[in-house]
């Protein structure tokens, strides 16, 4: 045994030193440049614990995060600096969890949880980049101010969940779960409408007569500035159910089903609908599959209700994704020991996907024509077929 080892240190500097060498006689666009840099300091402490049909660990960990970001900052007249500005911003967070199980009888457990828990932001927009995008015509939703923030908060949350699990057969198991999760920092995109931000662009006025709706006292600042923001939370709860078996001759079976309540204010979003971006309401599958020595199926059916997708502040706002099951087919069938054969479909069924608007009428998002039920997309699904031959050397 020799004890010892090695790892790299990238220098950053000289990354991005090689990286503008290769743009030489290019024009700088500032507003595309920025980096971050992130410090994180943790430490964990964990104890098990068994006393005769309860067992379970009882876990902290404490964290420490720096973060800054450089970026090229914007005059009262629009233009960039040619210096550098810098933001920085700090949290410690406290984040303790808990794990028992119980032993009802042989073939019966409960199982809770329950746990502080953090997820880093995106470092997408933690960026403090300031871009100017749209048409500066002094007109309401044209002029507009896309900004990072390095300052946001990590999306915290409070989560726990009890279950029953009965394995009735040796490869078969039934279990219910009950889970809630409280969100205490959430992260979004802020919208704010007709903002005076002292950048100072001789622009054309609003005119009243034509139905020009008017923006404050300084005709020429009038922006939609965008940005992530923290906002107040929301919460999670729901039942999961699932059972699987396997019987003697290859052939088995799973099933899943999951209710789930995602409620947020609708303050949260510039579209004012108050629903969890991606959480659909009811969602199950199901799987039948064949298994012996040299060949193996899996026939599988997924289906969600139906979702929203946000997009703000990007054209078509809040999107509204239509119920959406899918039906796919894999087998594998093994040659010799060193090479397999394999089949795939995909979308059987050949489901559309369908997304309808979902925007609130009283916002000012960039379309709000898609309103409730107006058809944003229409995806024709058609069936995919994959064959594959896999060797092993």
Not at 301 to 306: A, C, K, Q
Not at 366 to 393: H, I, Q
Request: hydrophobic share 35%; proline share 4%; net charge negative.
């Amino acid at each position: 045994m020799t004890a010892g080892g090695s790892f790299v240190i990238p220098d950053m500097d000289l990354m991005i030193a090689d990286s503008l060498a290769m743009t030489e006689g290019y024009t700088a666009r500032p507003q595309a440049y920025g980096t971050i840099e992130e410090e994180n300091f943790a430490l964990y402490a964990m104890a098990d614990f068994d006393t005769g049909g309860i067992r379970g660990n009882l876990g902290v960990r404490y964290i420490s995060t720096d973060i800054s970001s450089d970026y090229y900052d914007l005059s009262d007249e629009g233009v960039y600096d040619s210096t550098l500005s810098i933001d920085k911003a700090d949290y410690n967070e406290f984040l303790p969890s808990l794990n028992v199980v119980m032993d009802l009888a042989d073939d019966l457990i409960l199982r809770t949880s329950a746990a502080q828990v953090i997820s880093r932001p995106n470092y997408a927009d933690l960026f403090a980049t300031r871009n100017l995008a749209g048409y500066t015509d002094n007109r309401p939703l044209n002029e507009m101010l896309n900004t990072g923030n390095v300052g946001l908060s990590p999306f915290k949350a409070f989560q726990a969940d009890i279950g029953v699990e009965w394995y009735f057969d040796d490869d078969a198991m039934l279990s219910v779960t009950y889970f809630t999760k409280e969100v205490r920092s959430f992260i979004s995109t802020q919208q704010q409408t007709n903002q005076q931000i002292s950048i100072d662009i001789p622009v054309y006025t609003t005119n009243p007569d034509a139905g020009e709706p008017p923006c404050g006292a300084q005709q020429y600042d009038c922006w939609t500035v965008s940005s992530s923001t923290n906002g107040t939370g929301g919460s999670i709860e729901g039942i999961e159910f699932q059972i699987q078996d396997s019987f003697d001759n290859g052939f088995g079976y799973s099933f899943n089903y999951t209710y789930s309540d995602a409620q947020a204010p609708a303050e949260n979003y510039p579209g004012r609908v108050g629903v969890f971006s991606d959480s659909s309401k009811n969602s199950y599958n199901v799987v039948g599959f064949y298994e012996n020595d040299d060949f193996s199926a899996r026939l599988a059916y997924n289906w969600r209700s139906e979702f929203i997708i946000r997009e703000a502040p990007g054209w078509y706002g809040n999107r509204e994704h239509q119920d959406y099951g899918q039906l796919d087919f894999s087998a594998t069938y093994s040659v010799t020991d060193y090479l397999d054969v394999t089949f795939e479909g995909i979308n059987l069924t050949e489901e559309d996907s369908v997304q309808l608007g979902n925007n609130d009428a009283s916002t000012s998002l960039p379309n709000p024509d898609l309103l409730n039920d107006f058809p944003v997309w229409s995806f024709e699904g058609e069936a995919r077929y994959k064959l594959g031959v896999t060797m092993r050397f």
